[in-house]
């Protein structure tokens, strides 16, 4: 497969999202948010020339999916008066936009969505 978006750059829009990453997990979730938006390219649009807006699509969808697993790691803390909350909700929800507006920027460069008609009823 020949790769429109760069996984290295998708690794640097992932930190500016999330911070240094220091684990291969975030490398795995921005190889395979590269892999996903390469998948969904329509080859003859030639979409190379929008390869910042591809990979900040894919940096996107990586810091949606880390959150999501992160969201469940996360509980609230209470030491004395003191009570850390999590907000996990919130954040799942700020990265989930972030998503849906970074993949809509880039439609134009995408394969046409497919549906199936499943069947009607009257």
Known sequence: MEYKV???R???GFEQLVGKVTSADGRLFCRTAAETVNSWLDQKKEPA??????CYAAATIAFYRFTLKSSGE???????????TDNSEKTVSFAEKLM???IKAIEPYLKPKRFAFIGTEV
């Open 6 to 8: 760069s996984i290295d």
């Open 100 to 102: 849906k507006d970074a």
């Open 10 to 12: 998708v690794v640097e």
């Open 49 to 54: 020339a929008h390869s910042t807006e591809l």
């Open 74 to 84: 996360n509980d609230s803390i209470k030491a004395g008066d003191i009570t850390v």
